[in-house]
């Protein structure tokens, strides 16, 4: 498959300070991938080199294929981008600044209700963008962003200061924009729900270094570990002493966790009733079993809080 980003060997320091160490990743097209890390991981400075605003020191940036530091103009063709607080004029009504792009970037005029129908920000091109809550400047941000028709859309946190119903919109809004548009979306953003509400992929950014690149598809879902909470009627240690020995001579159940009369494992799910049964056959007395998906915050935590 094509890919609509390449970053290849990402060198970048302030002054004496290096933010961004050496990171490689690359997105193929027509996927929605999110960028994570804390602050000052370095998230908006990797945006800023992707999309021509500042220069890497060295390591190379390639958009569908194009360098954005040598083929500048040809890649910057492929991007939309919404970075930091996006810039209205705030006098002018949405129509006047999607009208204003337009002429600096020699976009026809009809584009203009189009993009706008697409983010839902049509019924109000005639206001003034100052009346504009929040949600509706980051539409008109995005109609800005889309004008164009962009191949690769980049989104610096997205959702800052979004209410709970417009962070909805958003997502079924991007969502939209992959599907029938076939945009590549590269999303930065802190909402870690959101991320893996709407990310197929999520790049991993601590102190300047890529920590991990996660595919979010089914082996993510399938990632679950199982708790067993065992029914102690009799001595606590007895039971669990039993259950865990059980437990062990069962071939693909591990045991990660003993907690009290819990117990954490992992278990391929196709053998759940196998394993239940195997419990039963040999006296374990259960109280609950259930399912532990582990989430993008686990693994945020885990990477982030170590
Ligand atoms: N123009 C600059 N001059 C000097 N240092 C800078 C500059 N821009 C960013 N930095 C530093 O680079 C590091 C990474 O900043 P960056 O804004 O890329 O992080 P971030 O991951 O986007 O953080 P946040 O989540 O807070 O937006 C920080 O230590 C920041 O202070």
Redesign the pocket.
């Known amino acids: 498959m094509k890919k609509a980003l390449e970053v290849i060997s990402v060198y970048k320091r302030?002054?004496k300070?290096e933010?961004i160490k050496g990171i490689s990743f690359d997105i193929e097209e027509g996927r929605i991938v999110g960028f994570v890390?804390?602050?000052?991981?370095?998230?908006?400075?990797?945006?800023?080199m992707i999309t021509g605003l500042i220069k890497p020191d060295s390591g190379q940036i390639k958009i569908f294929g194009y360098d954005i530091v040598h083929e500048r103009e040809m890649a910057l063709k492929f991007i939309g981008c919404i970075i930091e607080n996006p810039e209205l004029y705030e006098y002018l009504t949405g129509f006047e600044n999607l009208a204003q792009l337009a002429r600096i970037s020699n976009i026809p005029r009809s584009k203009i209700i189009e993009a706008a129908k697409l983010v839902g920000i049509d019924y109000a091109l005639k206001e003034k963008a100052k009346k504009y809550s929040l949600g509706m400047k980051q539409r008109l941000a995005l109609a800005m962003a889309i004008l164009a028709d962009p191949k690769l859309l980049i989104l610096?946190?997205p959702t800052n200061g979004l209410d709970p119903s417009g962070i909805i919109e958003l997502r079924n809004l991007l969502k939209n924009l992959a599907n029938d548009k076939k945009v590549t979306i590269f999303i930065?953003s802190?909402n870690l729900f959101e991320i893996q509400e709407i990310c197929d992929k999520v790049v991993f950014?601590k102190e300047?270094k890529i920590e991990m690149i996660e595919n979010i598809d089914s082996s993510f879902i399938e990632n679950v570990k199982f708790v067993l909470v065992l029914n102690e009627d009799r001595n606590t240690n007895d039971v669990v002493a039993k259950a865990t020995e059980v437990i062990s001579c069962f071939e693909g159940a591990k045991i990660l966790e003993v907690k009290e009369s819990s117990i954490e494992l992992e278990l391929d799910r196709s053998k759940k009733v196998a394993f239940l049964n195997f419990l039963f056959q040999n006296g374990v007395n259960i109280k609950d079993f259930y399912e532990k998906v582990e989430s993008l915050e686990d693994k945020y935590i885990k990477i982030y809080q170590n």
């Open positions: 302030f002054g300070k933010v890390g804390p602050n000052g991981a370095g998230k908006t400075t990797t945006i800023k610096d946190e930065s802190h950014i300047g």
